[in-house]
């Protein structure tokens, strides 16, 4: 069964500090995206990793990906309350047929 | 560019009830998603049209059915409804082959008593 595994599930975080979410999966994917949900909200796209080493960065939120390590981070600097909301990752082994993480609740405190 | 545009937004029905829920695609993009959102089984996957072909289909009974239109638009079906059925309905509109970032509707929240 795919598997994608999120953690931590939930995220309390003071303002101007440094996370990681981690995005682990159980089967091979060269593709994986990262969403950003607001509560009562659709899904935002925030990045696309098509290949292993790939890594990208938008303002205060950077994502890596190890396709051999079936790996995934999203790293938040400096995080401000904005940021507050649930992110997923999403593997895509199958072609258009997404296996979505669990989802990360991050909570910034001012 | 408009993006993918899902009607309604809302519904509340009766079970026992059918629902039809409909999703029209970025234009120009071909492939269209469904996902059922809920708080204890996440974010699943319904099924994918592709020019009007289902292409993948999830692990859901036959209750749950969809179709494409010659004009990439999608319609999903629930019949029969139950309680569990109570969730946020996604849709995600694809280009097509070679590009697979999936862009979602706003959704439509289904809510059955």
Known sequence: ?110 | KAGVTQTPRYLIKTRGQQVTLSCSPISGHRSVSWYQQTPGQGLQFLFEYFSETQRNKGNFPGRFSGRQFSNSRSEMNVSTLELGDSALYLCASMAGPGNTEAFFGQGTRLTVV
């Open chain 1, 1 to 110: 069964e795919l598997k994608v595994e999120q953690n931590p599930l939930f995220l309390s975080m003071q303002e101007g500090k440094n996370y990681t979410i981690y995005c682990n999966y159980s089967t091979t994917s060269d593709r994986l995206y990262w969403y950003r949900q607001d509560p009562g909200k659709s899904l935002e796209s925030l990045f696309v990793l098509l290949s292993n080493g790939a890594v990208k960065q938008e303002g205060r939120l950077m994502a890596s990906l190890d396709t051999k390590a079936r790996l995934s981070t999203l790293h938040i600097t400096a995080a401000v309350h904005d940021l507050s909301a649930t992110y997923f990752c999403a593997v895509d082994p199958l072609v258009r047929k997404y296996i979505f993480g669990t989802g990360t609740r991050l909570k910034v405190l001012a």
